[in-house]
């Protein structure tokens, strides 16, 4: 059974950090690219970013691109969002997806608040 559960939303004040994890289960990690998306209330989902099969190619949105930073670890089967400065415009429910594939978890939520 294929699993993605995501982990390490929470609130936190603008300029804070959080990393966030995607535990994966279920189907061999290693051979998928993983991505990490976002949806705000009343807009699209959105790709934040993503990373190859063993961590040499990541890319990210413009929105982030200075801000956070994705990793994987193949071992442990996750894949990681480390999130800094963050702002209000980060606020959203934040899920991970191995690329083109259906496999997605159930999302956590990031709030950026004073």
């Known amino acids: 059974q294929v699993q993605l559960v995501e982990s390490g939303g929470g609130l936190v004040q603008p300029g804070g950090s959080l990393t966030l994890s995607c535990a994966a289960s279920?189907?061999?990690?290693?051979?998928?690219?993983m991505s990490w998306y976002r949806q705000a209330p009343g807009k699209e989902r959105e790709l934040v970013a993503r990373?190859?099969?063993?961590?040499?190619?990541?890319n990210r949105a413009d929105s982030v691109k200075d801000r956070f930073t994705i990793s994987r670890d193949n071992v442990k089967k996750t894949v990681y969002l480390q999130m800094n400065n963050l702002k209000p415009e980060d606020t959203a429910v934040y899920y991970c997806?191995?690329?083109?594939?259906?496999?997605w978890g159930q999302g956590t939520q990031v709030t950026v608040s004073e």
């Open positions: 997806n191995a690329v083109q594939t259906t496999y």
């Open positions: 279920g189907f061999t990690f290693s051979l998928y690219s």
């Open positions: 990373i190859s099969r063993f961590g040499g190619t990541t």
